[in-house]
């Protein structure tokens, strides 16, 4: 079965420095999600993306993050300037569209660790 | 989107029946309920979602009740491996649209 695939799955990171998620939606979906959780929290929206545009994005999605999809199958999450406070997984998600109440599919994430 | 509410754990004996519950009261027409398991801080996982009919699949089924308001999700032979977190999301289905995660349930099933 097709999955949402994302790298690393471990990334440490100075604070200050810029990072960089990737993810490769499932191939034929048109709608790119990331979603983070703080160890013992709840999974937090950060932002949507569709027809390489935001969508929608939530108050924790500030000038330091940005998305992008640079090519057919990638789908990124930069932070600009790292801050402790941004250790978190990362899962990036992928919905298909086009036909209402398509599920999301969610990757296995990227865990954040910033020194 | 409308707020849920789930018991915050549950256990099951292996090989039984698990049935997790869901309130949404507060529910919108046009608002789907999402059944998501989160195994040990894995990415979310897919189960079941409906509208107002229920549903099943090889993974669950899910029962909604007349008025919308609740539903259970049923894990008909649950084994070890669906020891999780358990979530029910309802979600305006817009294509766009944004998952909003509670706490869940934690389940663990019981040899």
């Known amino acids: 079965e097709p999955e949402v695939t994302q790298t690393p799955s471990h990334q440490v990171t100075q604070m200050g420095q810029e990072v960089i998620l990737r993810c490769v939606p499932i191939?034929?979906?048109?709608?790119f999600y990331w979603y983070r959780q703080i160890l013992g929290q709840k999974v937090e929206f950060l932002v949507s993306?569709?027809?390489?545009?935001?969508?929608?994005k939530s108050e924790i999605f500030d000038d330091q993050f940005s998305v992008e999809r640079p090519d057919g199958s990638n789908f990124t999450l930069k932070i600009r300037s790292t801050k402790l406070e941004d250790s978190a997984m990362y899962f990036c998600?992928?919905?298909?569209?086009?036909?209402?109440?398509?599920?999301?599919?969610f990757g296995d994430g990227t865990r954040l660790s910033i020194l | 989107d409308a707020k849920t509410t789930q018991p915050p754990s549950m256990d099951c004996a292996e090989g039984r029946a698990a049935n997790l519950p869901c309130n949404h009261s507060?529910?919108?027409?046009?608002?789907?309920v999402y059944w998501y398991r989160q195994i040990h801080s894995q990415g979310p996982q897919y189960i079941i979602h409906?509208?107002?009919n229920n549903e099943t699949n090889e993974m669950a089924s899910l029962i909604i009740t007349e008025d919308r308001k609740s539903s259970t999700l049923i894990l008909p032979h649950a084994t070890l491996r669906d020891t999780a977190v358990y979530y029910c999301?309802?979600?305006?289905?817009?294509?766009?649209?944004?998952?909003?995660f509670g706490d869940g349930t934690t389940l663990t099933v019981k040899p």
């Open positions: 998600a992928s919905s298909l569209g086009g036909t209402r109440a398509q599920p999301q599919h």
């Open positions: 191939s034929n979906h048109l709608y």
């Open positions: 993306f569709y027809n390489n545009e935001i969508s929608e």
């Open positions: 507060t529910i919108s027409g046009n608002e789907y």
């Open positions: 409906g509208l107002k």
């Open positions: 999301i309802v979600r305006v289905v817009t294509n766009a649209g944004k998952s909003t």
